[in-house]
Every structure is written in structure tokens, then in C-alpha cells.
């Protein structure tokens, strides 16, 4: 695509776009393995070096840096002309996946320290956080006497009471049919073919 189309894209467009949409919907594990252990796109790489800073920090887990980085360039990206109409939603989705990512390593945090790190003020990151858990993208609940967000528990008896009344329940829906069936076997109701 860089020798037919580069007067269409140039490869620095192509590192930018495949960043931002890698940043907006993977997640590390997914970007390391398609995006940073790629020969193809290391190559790419070099010729943004900011782009390569984005994805050090992101590895780093420097969620704050990215998003601070990326604010920066709002106003440049704007004048994109593909990528324009499409920022505020692909900034929205690298914030969500960034609190998202941020949080997975905890099994409770405090709200300050994360609108600390994520350079974010913390009324502001609350919202996110209330509608990021309201939508189920984040399995947490937050406490709002100490400000601290915790990690939803499985209970594992619950889990296996479900699995338990499910298989209950299908067992039942087999052994009514059976009845059913031999009840008309017998009275002799059968449709002949």
C-alpha cells in the first residue's frame, strides 16, 4: 500500500490510524502480539517516533501520558481529513478502554489516585466510572463513603447454584416430554403416516 498508495496515505497516517484504533479496542496482550511484535509495523514505527512513545507508555502502563499526549493532538487531528468526523468517538473509546485496563490489575483503588495518575479530575472520572459499570464494561461497584472502587466478586456458589437450577430445570422440561409421550403412546394417539 505505501508504494502504490502514497499519495493517498503516507505511512505515517497508516501508523497513526492503526495506533489509535488498536488503542480504542484491544487490549495489551492483543496490541503486543499484532501490533509491537509485528517486523512490518516496527518498521512503520520508526517514522513516528512519537507514536512509538504512545505505545512505550501504553506498555508501561502509563495510561495518563497517552491521554494527555493524545488532548494534545486534538486540535492537529481535527484537521485530519479522515480522521476528523471520527476523533471525539475514538477519543471516548481510548479513555474507556484506558480506565478499563487501568483498573484490571486491582481488586480495590482509590478514585483520587486514579484521577491522579489518569490526569483526569476526579467528579469527572466518577461519571466515567458510573456509566463504564452501568453499560458492564467494568465489573466493579464504587463506594462512595470512602471514594474507592472495588472489584465485583464472583460468588462461586452462586455460580454453581445457577449451573445447578439450570440443569434442573432442563432435566425437567426432558422428563415432562417423556411423559407426555408415553401418556399418548398408550391411549393410542398417534397420527399415522
Request: aromatic share 8%; net charge positive; hydrophobic share 40%.
Given at each position: 500500500?505505501l ?30 502480539a ?57 477519543m ?73 437450577k ?28
Amino acid at each position: 500500500i505505501l508504494n502504490n498508495f502514497n499519495n493517498v496515505i503516507l505511512a505515517e497516517d497508516i501508523v497513526v490510524y492503526t495506533t489509535l484504533c488498536t488503542l480504542a479496542t484491544h487490549d495489551f496482550a492483543d496490541m503486543k502480539a499484532n501490533l509491537m511484535e509485528s517486523k512490518t509495523f516496527k518498521s512503520l514505527l520508526e517514522t513516528t517516533p512519537e507514536i512509538r512513545g504512545v505505545l512505550q507508555n501504553f506498555a508501561a502502563s502509563n495510561y495518563g501520558h497517552i491521554l494527555q499526549f493524545l488532548e494534545s493532538k486534538s486540535q492537529q487531528m481535527s484537521l485530519d481529513i479522515y480522521l476528523s468526523s471520527h476523533w471525539s468517538k475514538l477519543m471516548a473509546l481510548v479513555w474507556d478502554r484506558a480506565i478499563v485496563q487501568y483498573f484490571t490489575p486491582y481488586k480495590s483503588l482509590s478514585i483520587a489516585k486514579m484521577s491522579e495518575s489518569l490526569h483526569k479530575d476526579e467528579v469527572l472520572l466518577e461519571k466515567d466510572l458510573v456509566r463504564l459499570i452501568g453499560k458492564g464494561n467494568l465489573s466493579a461497584r464504587i463506594d462512595s463513603e470512602t471514594h474507592t472502587l472495588h472489584r465485583k466478586v464472583q460468588n462461586d456458589r452462586e455460580v454453581a447454584m445457577k449451573k445447578v437450577k439450570e440443569a434442573t430445570d432442563v432435566h425437567t422440561l426432558n422428563v415432562k416430554q417423556s411423559l407426555l409421550r408415553l401418556s399418548l403412546l398408550q391411549n393410542k394417539f398417534v397420527v399415522g403416516g
